[in-house]
Structures are given as C-alpha cells and as structure tokens.
C-alpha cells in the first residue's frame, strides 16, 4: 500500500491545483468523502485508492508530505489601485456612517438626560403644592387631575422609550470608527 490516502489526496490536489470537488469527481466519489478521508474520519475503498494511485505515481519524491502552505508577503508588481481605490471608497462610506451613527448617539443620550431633568421639573411644577397660605390666587388655566394625568401619560411614554444607548455601545462604535479611518489612512498611503 502506498502513502497515507490524507497524504496522499492533499498532495496529489496541491500538485495538480484540484479541489476536494475536482479530485471527487476523478476517483468517482463525492467531495463529502474525500473531505472525511482528508480529515482522518473514513478511508478509501480498495478500488478508490487504486485510482488514486494514477495520479500519486507521478507525484514528484519529494512530495510525498503535502506542499506547504505559501508564504503570504509582498505580491510581486505593481499594484492594481482598482480594488484599493474600491475599498477605500467602501471604508469612506462606512465611516461616515459610523460618525453620523456616533452623532445619532450622542443626541439621544442628551435627549434622554434633558427629558429626565424635563420630568423632574414639570413634576415640581404641576403637582399641586400642600395647602398654604394663598399668597397668590390659583391660576385659572390651572387643571391637577389634568396635569397629574398629563404627567403621569409623559412618565409611561418616556419609561417605553429605547434606553440611551450605553457606554459600552459608545465605545465600540468609537473603535469601529478608529478602524476605518486607520484603514483609510493605509489605503491612501498606497496609493
């Protein structure tokens, strides 16, 4: 028997730049099993891995282990500014959405904070006082029972608000935001 069949399938796909579909297909199988025998779970029938065997015999010696995996650095030429000038618009973009979104919080947190002072004075000013002395006469445009309602309908639409965003929320949005203009910042320096 010749090399391990996860040998020998990673090598003979390396070498003959197949995918798991590809090699699926020649030996008459499906890339559901050649992806398990890749992943140690199953292994090739006798007459499978005699098919193999026609590729892997022209293998060169020295692969009998799989190729490595290349060595990401510089590509080699110049660089094609069309998907670097793409990207940069696309990070442009976002980060204009993520300043306005870091704008959009930052006003409702203020409307939150100004509606709860808001609260606090229209409750000072609508609930009626304890009987004291009358310096001066009731306000005829005064109302208790409709202010007290008023008030009370104001409290329950303000509790079923969406909560000022936290500042974890804040915070995030601010990192996301650092990101892009960090990215956006590298775009252009290449190109």
Known sequence: ??????????????????????????????????????????????????????????????????LPAPVVGEAPGLLDPGPLQDRLERCRHLARGARYELEELGRRIEAGRRRKQALEELGTILTPAPALPAALPPDPASDPERDAAWLERLRADTACAPNPPGA????????????????????????
């Open 168 to 191: 974890a929320e804040v915070a995030l949005l601010r990192v996301r935001l650092a990101t892009l203009e960090f990215e956006v910042g590298q775009l252009e320096q290449l190109l």
């Open 1 to 66: 028997m010749g090399p391990h069949p996860l040998l020998s399938t990673a090598a003979v796909r390396a070498h003959f730049s197949l995918t798991q579909k590809e090699l699926a297909r020649f030996l008459g199988i499906t890339k559901a099993q050649v992806n398990n025998v890749e992943k140690g779970r199953s292994s090739f029938s006798a007459a499978v891995e005699r098919r193999l065997r026609l590729l892997t015999r022209w293998l060169p010696q020295n692969q009998a282990q799989p």
